[in-house]
Nanobody, 121 residues
Framework: QVQLVESGGGFVQPGGSLRLSCLASGFTFSRYAMNWYRQAPGKERELVAS?????????KYADFVKGRFTISRENAKNTVYLQMNSLKPEDTAVYYC?????????????WGQGTQVTVSS
């Protein structure tokens, strides 16, 4: 069956970095656009970054992470990454990996269970 398993979350001080990973299985990874979302306590889930299928030649970022976060993919490992630099307390959230539509959500998308990122001094 389809599985998306996120890892790499944790506790980091402001200004620090983390790299999230999402390992996919159960579908042809290279054929799917991949995305990262996040949800902070009491807030709606929001789109963070997207990368196109295949070689990932197209990427897109939410304004609040532009210049700080980088999405990438490694099809040989069925893995998508989110490199997060210059982290801020407002980046604290559960981060989710999604496979399927690029920069939007459709019913047939695949979702992971999430990984917690906490940015605090």
């Amino acid at each position: 069956q389809v599985q998306l398993v996120e890892s790499g979350g944790g506790f980091v001080q402001p200004g620090g970095s983390l790299r999230l990973s999402c390992l996919a299985s159960g579908f042809t990874f290279s054929r799917y656009a991949m995305n990262w979302y996040r949800q902070a306590p009491g807030k709606e889930r929001e789109l963070v970054a997207s990368i196109s299928s295949g070689g990932g030649s197209s990427t897109k970022y939410a304004d609040f992470v532009k210049g700080r976060f980088t999405i990438s993919r490694e099809n040989a490992k069925n893995t998508v990454y989110l490199q997060m630099n210059s982290l801020k307390p407002e980046d604290t959230a559960v981060y989710y990996c999604k496979g399927g539509a690029y920069w939007r959500t459709v019913a047939s998308d695949y979702w992971g269970q999430g990984t917690q990122v906490t940015v605090s001094s």
